[in-house]
């Protein structure tokens, strides 16, 4: 005997759009991983934007994609990532452009920067001690809002907290249906196993049991 379960035919559609949801953001994910792991294989280093200061050329939000440049090899107009001298009160790292290059007293160079929407220049002059200085060498714009957001522990604990609590509500649903779908088969095998043992008495049988009756009676 072979029983229809209407009960999986409305769960399956259900459990197959959150299956290819599932799938989608694991893949999405790992794009995401990919394409941000991939360029530091080449040598590049990836910086945040968080600030309004390079507007219009680079907005808040972009990731900078920048690659180790040779200091002597600086030119007025590169973008720079570095951190102002100690004395300038900003102990955060900046990306600005490099809008003035001159010797500086007992040799190197001053570098003075400037964010484009900035009307000033950054009121600090600078050497750079390193040979090695990372210049921009292109952005990708809003991707950086991601890293802002989860730099907040409240943002950080829904985007991880929410997709684990639908897969464990998946998971639930699934061991419930499962355990339903069990009891209903036990039931149905218990079901089919008492209509098997009830005895069924052929007619014909019953008749022959009438007339030796009516013939013990006749006699």
Same mark, same amino acid.
């Given at each position: 005997?072979?029983?229809?379960?209407?009960?999986?035919?409305?769960?399956?559609?259900?459990?197959?759009?959150?299956?290819?949801?599932?799938?989608?953001?694991?893949?999405?994910?790992?794009?995401?991983?990919?394409?941000?792991?991939?360029?530091?294989?080449?040598?590049?280093?990836?910086?945040?934007?968080?600030?309004?200061?390079?507007?219009?050329?680079?907005?808040?939000?972009?990731?900078v994609f920048e690659k180790p440049t040779s200091v002597e090899d600086l030119e007025v107009g590169d973008i720079i990532t570095y951190l102002p001298p +100690? @004395? %300038? *009160?900003?102990?955060?790292?900046?990306?600005?452009?490099?809008?003035?290059?001159?010797?500086? #007293?007992?040799?190197?160079?001053?570098?003075?920067?400037?964010g484009d929407?900035?009307?000033k220049p950054d009121p600090w002059h600078f050497k750079l001690v390193d040979e090695k200085q990372a210049v921009v060498q292109y952005s990708v714009p809003h991707v950086g809002w991601v890293f802002i957001a989860l730099a907040d522990r409240t943002t950080r604990m829904l985007i991880i907290g929410i997709p684990a609590s639908l897969i464990g509500l998946q998971a639930l649903s699934q061991l419930f249906g499962a355990l339903r779908r069990s009891e209903k088969d036990d039931a149905e095998i218990? +079901? @089919? %196993? *008492?209509?098997?043992?009830?005895?069924?008495?052929?007619?014909?049988?019953?008749?022959?049991? #009438?007339?030796?009756?009516?013939?013990v009676a006749d006699a």
């Open positions: 005997m072979v029983s229809k379960n209407p009960h999986r035919r409305r769960t399956s559609a259900p459990r197959r759009v959150a299956g290819w949801t599932l799938t989608t953001a694991i893949v999405l994910v790992t794009l995401f991983c990919t394409a941000w792991i991939a360029p530091s294989l080449f040598g590049f280093s990836r910086y945040v934007i968080t600030g309004g200061s390079m507007t219009g050329t680079i907005d808040k939000g972009s990731v +100690a @004395d %300038a *009160g900003n102990e955060s790292l900046v990306t600005h452009r490099i809008i003035k290059m001159e010797p500086a #007293e007992g040799g190197g160079v001053l570098f003075t920067t400037k929407a900035n009307p218990t +079901a @089919d %196993a *008492g209509e098997g043992t009830s005895e069924e008495i052929d007619p014909t049988v019953t008749d022959l049991l #009438e007339s030796d009756r009516l013939a």
